[in-house]
C-alpha cells in the first residue's frame, strides 16, 4: 500500500539554490520521515516530524508538516553538488510506507 | 554508528536457482525488514520481522520467504528464481525503543535473475 508520493518526479538545479520536495500522504500518521538515497545505494535517514511538529530544521535541511492537508516538505538550502539524490518520504502506520522519491540532480 | 552489511552488492542467477541473500545488523535491532526497489514502483516490502524467529508477510511477498534464526541476521530467500524478481534488494533495521520509527539500510543487493 502506497501512501506517500512526492512531488516533483525530478528536480534540477543549479548549486546554490534551493531544492524544495513535497509529499503528501493519504491517512493520518504518528510520524513522517524524510530519506536520501544516493545511485546504486541504500537509503539515509534525513530528519523526522512528529505529527504534532509543523516545522523542523537540520543543518541546511527544512521540513514542514501540515497534517490538516496531509503534506510535507523538505527544503535543502544552499544546495551543493553532493546533494545530487533521491528523496524518499516514509509514513508510518503499521510500518513504514515509501513514496517513489523525487530524484535530485545539483549542477555545479 | 549502526552499521547494515548486506552480503553481496551484486549478484547474477539463472532461472530456477535457489537464491539467498544475507543481512547483518551490529547494533542488537530488534526489528529487521526486506525490501525490493523497482523504477517507478519506489520500495515496496516483502517481509519483516520484529524478533528472532518471528516474520511477517509485506507487501510482496510471493516468491520470496525469510530466515531470522539470530537476532542481528535476517537473510531473504528465493526458493526459484524468476527473471521477475530481478530488482535492487534493500535490508533495513530499527530499534523496538524510542526512535524505531527510524530504519537504517544496508548498501543494496542488485540482483540479476537470467
Known amino acids: 500500500s502506497q501512501q506517500g508520493e512526492e512531488d516533483p518526479q525530478a528536480l534540477s538545479i543549479q548549486e546554490g539554490e534551493n531544492a524544495t520536495m513535497n509529499c503528501s500522504y493519504k491517512t493520518s500518521i504518528n510520524n513522517l520521515q524524510w530519506y536520501r538515497q544516493n545511485s546504486g545505494r541504500g537509503l539515509v535517514h534525513l530528519i523526522l516530524?512528529?505529527?504534532?511538529?509543523r516545522e523542523k530544521h537540520s543543518g541546511r535541511l527544512r521540513v514542514t508538516l501540515d497534517t490538516s492537508k496531509k503534506s510535507s516538505s523538505l527544503l535543502i538550502t544552499a544546495s551543493r553538488a553532493a546533494d545530487t539524490a533521491s528523496y524518499f518520504c516514509a509514513t508510518d502506520g503499521s510500518r513504514l510506507t515509501f513514496g517513489e522519491g523525487t530524484q535530485l540532480t545539483v549542477n555545479p | 554508528d549502526v552499521k547494515v552489511t548486506q552480503s553481496s552488492r551484486y549478484l547474477v542467477k539463472r532461472t530456477g536457482e535457489k537464491v539467498f541473500l544475507e543481512c547483518v545488523q551490529d547494533m542488537d535491532h530488534e526489528n529487521m525488514f526486506w525490501y525490493r526497489q523497482d523504477p517507478g514502483l519506489g520500495l515496496r516490502l516483502i517481509y519483516f520481522s520484529y524478533d528472532v524467529k518471528m516474520k511477517e508477510k509485506g507487501d510482496i511477498p510471493e516468491g520470496y520467504s525469510v530466515s531470522r534464526e539470530k537476532k542481528e541476521r535476517f537473510s531473504l530467500i528465493l526458493e526459484s528464481a524468476s527473471t521477475n524478481q530481478t530488482s535492487m534488494y534493500l535490508c533495513?533495521?530499527?530499534?523496538?525503543?524510542?526512535?524505531?520509527?527510524?530504519?537504517?539500510f544496508g548498501p543494496g543487493t542488485r540482483l540479476l535473475v537470467l
Open positions: 533495513a533495521s530499527s530499534s523496538r525503543g524510542k526512535g524505531a520509527e527510524t530504519q537504517y
Open positions: 516530524i512528529r505529527s504534532n511538529e
